[in-house]
């Protein structure tokens, strides 16, 4: 089901998030992402090591703090279904000099990615619906924010 700029809602499996997580680290931020992700079925234990790849090469850190680890091209084969995870950290992670405290990992089979990168794009834009995704204390609050909006009923959309 779409909406009606066309985007499709996130795969989130409420079971895949986490609001009061900790980490020591990027890394350690990073394999909870990759777990929370294999606990849904979405990914397998070798995806893990290449989020962590992925983290090396360049950060996921995307502003506003936020990271959206993923895998690498070549660890599509480790995706068993596209999928999202989203783990807030309460107390903030260091990533690389920066403050993180809600990480979005993802894993999607061929191009999904794309798809899945410009959807959270297009949400994380929204300052209040960010604000919102930093300061969620409920799961179906961050499944709510992350899935598009309806046509209101009743309301022109040429308006």
């Not at 990027?26 to 397998?44: F, M, N, P």
């Not at 234990?45 to 950060?59: D, K, N, P, Q, V």
């Amino acid at each position: 089901m779409a909406d009606r700029a066309g985007t499709a809602p996130l795969p989130l499996d409420p079971r895949a998030v986490r609001l009061d997580a900790v980490a020591v680290d990027v890394e350690d931020a990073i394999r909870q992402c990759g777990r929370a992700l294999a606990a849904v079925g979405a990914v397998d234990g070798s995806y893990m090591e290449a989020m962590l790849e992925r983290e090396r090469s360049i950060s996921t850190y995307v502003g506003e703090g936020v990271a959206i680890p993923h895998g690498t091209l070549v660890s599509k084969d480790a995706v068993r279904h596209d999928a999202v995870c989203v783990l807030r950290f309460p107390g903030g992670v260091d990533w690389h000099g920066e403050r993180v405290t809600v990480c979005v990992g993802i894993a999607a089979r061929g191009d999904g990615h794309v798809r899945l990168l410009s959807e959270l794009a297009r949400i994380l834009l929204d300052p209040d619906r960010a604000a919102a995704l930093r300061d969620a204390t409920e799961v179906a609050a961050v499944v709510a924010l992350l899935t598009p909006d309806p046509d209101p009923e009743g309301e022109d959309a040429s308006e």
